[in-house]
Nanobody, 123 residues
């Protein structure tokens, strides 16, 4: 499975940005997908995930009310719409996928990862 993220860049505080991820070479029938982010020098942390049917999204507390994860119908794609940035930061955002329909919150729940896309929030 190969995951490719896109949409990273620079956004101002209070602004919006949308990330996308496409999966190719899907080897299994049921899969959940997620976004994680990694600040410089820190561990990768959960942002949002969505189940196989795209009906049960889950979010980190920091993302609730500001971010929206969604997935394509028949295509192996997910998006993360991010709004109302609060503070300056530069993080790498990673798309990931796991076998099984249910979502997970830990890095170890997921089996394949993209290369990441950088998001910089500036004042």
């Amino acid at each position: 499975v190969h995951l490719t993220e896109s949409g990273g860049g620079v956004v101002q505080t209070g602004g919006s940005l949308k990330l996308s991820c496409a999966a190719s070479g899907r080897p299994f029938n049921d899969y959940a997908m997620a976004w994680f982010r990694q600040p410089p020098g820190k561990a990768r942390e959960f942002v949002a995930a969505i189940d196989d049917e795209g009906t049960r999204p889950v979010y980190a507390d920091s993302a609730k009310g500001r971010f929206t994860i969604s997935r394509g119908g028949v295509t192996c794609t997910i998006s993360l719409e991010m709004n109302s940035w609060k503070a300056e930061a530069t993080d790498d955002y990673f798309c990931t996928i796991r076998t099984g329909a249910r979502t997970g919150y830990a890095v170890t729940c997921y089996h394949y990862w993209g290369q990441g896309t950088q998001v910089t929030v500036s004042a």
